[in-house]
């Protein structure tokens, strides 16, 4: 079992950055590749970055290549998201994945998942 607890949102203006980070608990965090989806009022669950267990390979939706990076800390058992250079249409609650596989962007393959922090971007 792993425990998930994301924080770092808020509300920030068209341009502006955040930070957000998941902290995990519970079984070996560096056994799981991770993953933030987000999900905007009235729309499904999207991807938006994984990374793989290791750190060493990154991915992430074309809508924020360029503006988000993900980065993981094994040691500190913590995943997160930078988020720069934010736009109105990044206005989601974001949710952080933990994943049994070495890479993954479907949600359906992610087996555990924290509670989303409320991201809004104002223009």
């Known amino acids: 079992q792993v425990q998930l607890v994301e924080s770092g949102g808020g509300l920030v203006q068209a341009g502006g950055s955040l930070r957000l980070s998941c902290a995990a608990s519970?079984?070996?965090?560096?056994?799981?590749?991770m993953g933030w989806f987000r999900q905007a009022p009235g729309k499904e669950r999207e991807f938006v970055a994984a990374?793989?267990?290791?750190?060493?390979?990154?991915y992430s939706v074309d809508s924020v290549k360029g503006r988000f990076t993900i980065s993981r800390d094994n040691v500190k058992n913590t995943v997160y998201l930078q988020m720069n250079s934010l736009k109105p249409e990044d206005t989601a609650v974001y949710y952080c994945?933990?994943?049994?596989?070495?890479?993954?962007?479907?949600?359906?393959?992610?087996?555990?998942w924290g509670q989303g922090t409320q991201v809004t971007v104002s223009s």
């Open positions: 519970g079984r070996a965090f560096s056994n799981y590749a």
């Open positions: 994945a933990a994943s049994s596989r070495s890479r993954s962007t479907r949600s359906n393959e992610y087996d555990y």
């Open positions: 990374i793989r267990w290791t750190g060493g390979s990154t």
